[in-house]
């Protein structure tokens, strides 16, 4: 005997039940890396493992609730990917990570963001690059000069900073 609900029975969403098995798997590594982290008795209340068990309690969340969805099937369906500015995004990764120790930060990151904005179909390279590299300066400046942190120092950098590019 048909029910005639059998129509009305749809697959969950494999590709959700995917991404929440690899945000479980996230938060369980945060949970267990934080977990072997010594902490001093004076900071063993509020110290430096709450932030991490935070982020990790909101991955636990977020994969639930994308666990859900897959099987409500609550989410739209795909649409065909364009790999076009995917190849943009990722060459200029690459691109930056290549430069990075060459070029410095604010012309490696400027190519990344010029890359980027193409991937998004902004602009011509020779506009967003530049761009992209000045507001990387600014970036690579209050980071460098006005924390005291290390980024990679370039011709930019060099020049801008003393004057000089040695």
């Known amino acids: 005997m048909n029910t005639g609900n059998s129509g009305n029975m749809r697959r969950p969403d494999g590709a959700a039940l995917v991404i929440a098995a690899i945000l479980a798997g996230i938060a369980v590594v945060i949970f267990w890396q934080t977990s072997l982290m010594r ?8 110290g430096p493992t709450v932030f991490p068990y935070v982020v990790a309690t909101g991955l636990v969340f977020l994969a639930i609730g994308t666990a859900v969805s897959a099987f409500r099937n609550g989410f739209p369906a795909r649409s065909k990917d364009d790999f076009r500015p995917i190849v943009w995004i990722v060459g200029g990764l690459v691109a930056q990570i290549l430069l990075l120790s060459t070029a410095g930060f604010s012309i490696a990151t400027g190519v990344l963001f010029g890359f980027t904005a193409k991937g998004f179909g902004r602009g011509p390279l020779w506009k967003t690059i530049p761009a992209g590299a000045v507001f990387a300066f600014i970036v690579w400046f209050i980071f460098a000069k006005g924390l005291q942190l290390s980024l990679p120092t370039g011709v930019l950098e060099r020049l801008l900073t003393t004057g000089s590019f040695q």
């Open 39 to 46: 902490v001093p008795p004076v900071q063993q209340r509020v």
